[in-house]
């Protein structure tokens, strides 16, 4: 029964760390443009750039992508 509950925390902490990692990121870019002074750039939080920075970060762990 341990081993269940370890493995359903981590499915759950996987699940999370998909769903508000890509959320973090454009977060931080918004963060980062505006405390750098300009105010007329803005990254709206749709499913779009969601998904944008899924694919982002998906291509920047893959090993033919990289570049060393």
Do not use: Q
């Not at 509950?5 to 980062?32: D, M």
């Not at 944008?52 to 090993?63: H, K, S, T």
């Amino acid at each position: 029964m341990s081993n269940l509950i370890k493995l359903a925390l981590f499915v759950a902490f996987v699940c999370f760390a998909l769903l508000a990692g890509p959320w973090c990121f454009i977060w931080g870019v918004n963060t980062l443009v505006a405390a750098g002074g300009v105010t007329t750039f803005f990254i709206p939080f749709t499913f779009w750039t969601w998904l944008a920075a899924v694919i982002c970060g998906g291509l920047a762990i893959l090993p033919r992508v990289r570049r060393s």
